[in-house]
């Protein structure tokens, strides 16, 4: 377990609804970065948060969004979902907004459209 | 081109031997370096990280840093069948987000 906790583990949705992703950071993180993982695409960052904040934006589509909320945990809000979508989602927690050794990652959710 | 390449594999490797993988990138930026390995369906797991060029050790485990020649380099000595699974280089330049390369998939056989 390596602290992160992610919810739900699966997810099967159909075209062009609505989903949220939720994530409790390591007990102590502040930061939250929210990664895609796709056969074709590899891991790519959507976005971070740090102590509530947006810190940095990677390639994230418009139809997601992403918040932190005060006790720190994160959701990712995925909308008019596409069969494209279907993916692992990862969300992955560091103590500072910039570390050195890399952050640690959750188990995921397994988002699948249909 | 992406800046982050790494051979897919699948690299197969009998118990015992040292499994050698390796990373190249062209982003100059890059300072940070780590490895991760990944059983299937479950998170990246951190196995070692690195901010020099060199060697840096950890059980049977050795990363190597060449920033002269951007290339990155993880040994895996005394390989087991539990070593199998997927290997991601990942590195990340001051301030910025970590980069991820494609992976490469392990298969150790007893």
């Known amino acids: 377990d390596s602290g992160v906790t992610q919810t739900p583990k699966h997810l099967i949705t159909a075209t062009g609804q609505r989903v949220t992703l939720r994530c409790s950071p390591r007990s102590g993180d502040l930061s939250v970065y929210w990664y895609q993982q796709s056969l074709d695409q590899g891991l790519q960052f959507l976005i971070q948060y740090y102590n509530g904040e947006e810190r940095a934006k990677g390639n994230i589509l418009e139809r997601f969004s992403a918040q932190q909320f005060p006790d720190l945990h994160s959701e990712l809000n995925l909308s008019s979902l596409e069969l494209g979508d279907s993916a692992l989602y990862f969300c992955?927690?560091?103590?500072?907004?910039?570390?050195?050794?890399?952050?640690?990652f959750g188990s995921g959710t397994r988002l699948t459209v249909v | 081109q992406k800046e982050v390449e790494q051979d897919p594999g699948p690299l197969s490797v009998p118990e015992g031997a040292i499994v050698s993988l390796n990373c190249t990138y062209s982003n100059s930026a890059f300072q940070y370096f780590m490895w991760y390995r990944q059983y299937s369906r479950k998170g990246p797991e951190l196995l070692m990280y690195t901010y020099s060029s060199g060697n840096k050790e950890d059980g049977r485990f050795t990363a190597q840093v060449d920033k002269s020649s951007k290339y990155i380099s993880l040994f895996i000595r005394d390989s087991q069948p539990s070593d199998s699974a997927t290997y991601l280089c990942?590195?990340?330049?001051?301030?910025?987000?970590?980069?991820f390369g494609g992976g490469t998939r392990v298969l150790v056989k007893p």
């Open positions: 990942a590195m990340k330049a001051a301030g910025n987000k970590l980069t």
């Open positions: 992955a927690s560091s103590a500072s907004s910039d570390p050195a050794e890399g952050y640690t």
